[in-house]
């Protein structure tokens, strides 16, 4: 705004004398001083009496809580306001923490506050004035378009003329040689502050600043102007790391999905192939039917026969085949889970920046603990869904014409042995021993399809949820780290072309 004072902010490296600077040109130790590194956390805003009120309760730097003086305990997010006569009104004067300060939260600060600046006072000293955290600083001024000032302190008397003349050729050959300049003397600081006389040309710059009100508009109007221009490039930039965030984020979460779909594919192919009917599930069914109990189980009847006699429990035999069954479906659907897990985090650890979440987050690289529980349970609820299927679909009309009756649970065991042993030899030689025209006789042939269609989508349906509650660990902690919004590039990139036709 034309009728705001000019934000001069004073920005360096460490130890550069900014504080001093800034306390000289106020004629008040307004800023904190000394040997320790870094010495200003909390940024110092400084201002003739009259700019006051501007500042305290104007929006510049709103999300910053005003105080009036800085100590030991200030809180990070605070700005020390402070007024003085010394200071020339129209123009305020912003210490701001170091550019390559040990502590990371002062880069952020101080970048907000350049940001915020109309014009920039650059601040090294004949020591470090070649460092390269001075330099990048320079350079981004120089981006930026913004107005700027460069204190040259701490010049030996001595070698003034030969550290100025190298400075200058360096700011030359930068494409800053046209900067303003001041070169301050070392000297002794007292109650941090310098000599008045070390600065009175640049007080003087400051003054002429504030009384030229069309000077200082053409010099707010450079660094407005400079920093418009760069959202040319820095917007697009932006969203392009959006871009890349989103995708990133694809392309973990299509990490995990494939080593599911792939460890799915996996338990697919060994309820088909036979090779869940071997060992314990192979003894249990081969002792089954070879001890007639497989006939004795079926109980079929004739109208009226056996009539009001009760149901006999299914003999040990047939216990033992459902469990080794069930145990045996577990041990796939675990085993599977644990290799897909695996390869989850072989993925992301193969992707940079990842392998810090697997440190953070113990267990994704591994099936989870309540997995096993949650498999047998799933698939006891299949096996009496099998007996439900046979219940309420399994009888035909022709089944039903005869009259004929059956076991269910037993039949249902038989139904799923000849699911589970479909396709391979040896499950050709079990599904050879099952009295398959007594399944059609009692099912027929449509219904015997229809059922195990149902049965085998039913089990993938209750699979799917188990390494639904699986993969949701990995999704969390993908959204604990941020969920980027996919449009928010695309809004960018509009408003780079909105403020170009704008202007």
Not at 99 to 111: C, F, G, K, L, R
Request: hydrophobic content about 40%.
């Amino acid at each position: 705004m034309s009728t705001a004072p000019a934000l001069v902010v004073i920005a360096g490296s460490t130890g550069a004398g900014k504080s001093t600077l800034i306390n000289t040109l106020a004629n008040a130790k307004v800023s904190a001083t000394g040997v320790r590194r870094p010495t200003t956390g909390t940024p110092v805003l400084a201002c003739h009496p009259d700019d006051h009120e501007w500042f305290a309760k104007g929006d510049l730097l709103g999300s910053l809580r005003r105080q009036s003086e800085s100590d030991s305990d200030t809180a990070p997010g605070g700005l020390v306001l402070v007024s003085t006569e010394r200071l020339p009104p129209g123009v305020a004067l912003l210490d701001t923490p170091d550019i390559d300060s040990v502590v990371e939260e002062h880069h952020e600060i101080a970048h907000r506050m350049l940001d915020a600046a109309d014009l920039w006072i650059f601040v090294t000293t004949a020591a470090r004035y070649a460092d390269a955290p001075a330099w990048r600083l320079l350079r981004l001024a120089k981006e930026r378009g913004a107005r700027l000032a460069i204190v040259l302190s701490r010049v030996s008397p001595q070698s003034r003329e030969v550290v100025t003349k190298h400075f200058v050729r360096m700011l030359t050959e930068y494409g800053l040689g046209e900067v303003d300049r001041f070169v301050i003397n070392e000297s002794k600081a007292t109650d941090g502050m310098l000599p008045d006389h070390e600065v009175t040309e640049l007080r003087l710059w400051l003054t002429e600043l504030s009384v030229d009100d069309r000077r200082r508009a053409q010099a707010v109007q450079a660094t407005l102007f400079g920093a418009l221009n760069s959202f040319r490039t820095r917007i697009p930039a932006l969203a392009k790391q959006l871009e890349a965030q989103v995708s990133f984020r694809s392309d973990l979460r299509t990490d995990v999905d494939a080593a599911y779909i792939h460890a799915m594919t996996e338990i697919e192919e060994a309820t088909r192939n036979g090779s869940l009917l071997r060992g314990e599930v192979l003894a249990r069914w081969q002792d089954f039917a070879g001890s007639g109990d497989l006939m004795r189980t079926l109980h079929l009847r004739k109208p009226g026969r056996f009539a009001g006699k009760a149901t006999q429990q299914a003999p040990e035999r047939l216990s033992a085949l459902k469990s080794a069954l069930r145990a045996g479906l577990e041990s796939v659907v675990v085993s599977a889970a644990q290799r897909a897990a695996e390869e989850t985090a072989a993925r992301w650890l193969h992707r940079q920046s990842t392998g810090k979440i697997l440190v953070a987050t113990p267990g994704l690289g591994r099936a989870s603990d309540d997995l096993l529980r949650k498999t047998s349970r799933v698939i006891g609820a299949w096996q009496d869904h099998i007996i439900e299927l046979i219940r309420t679909e399994g009888v035909t009309k022709r089944s039903v014409a005869r009259v004929i009756s059956f076991d269910v649970e037993s039949l249902a065991l038989i139904l799923t042995v000849g699911l589970l042993g479909n396709g391979s030899a040896e499950a050709g030689g079990i599904a050879g021993a099952l009295p398959q025209r007594l399944v059609h006789a009692l099912l027929g042939a449509e219904s015997l399809r229809n059922i195990g269609v149902k049965a085998r989508s039913d089990l993938r349906a209750r699979i799917g949820m188990l390494f639904d509650d699986e993969t949701s660990r990995y999704v969390q902690v993908l959204d604990g780290a941020g969920i980027p919004d996919e449009n928010a590039a695309t809004r960018l990139y509009q408003a780079t072309y909105n403020l170009e036709v704008a202007r």
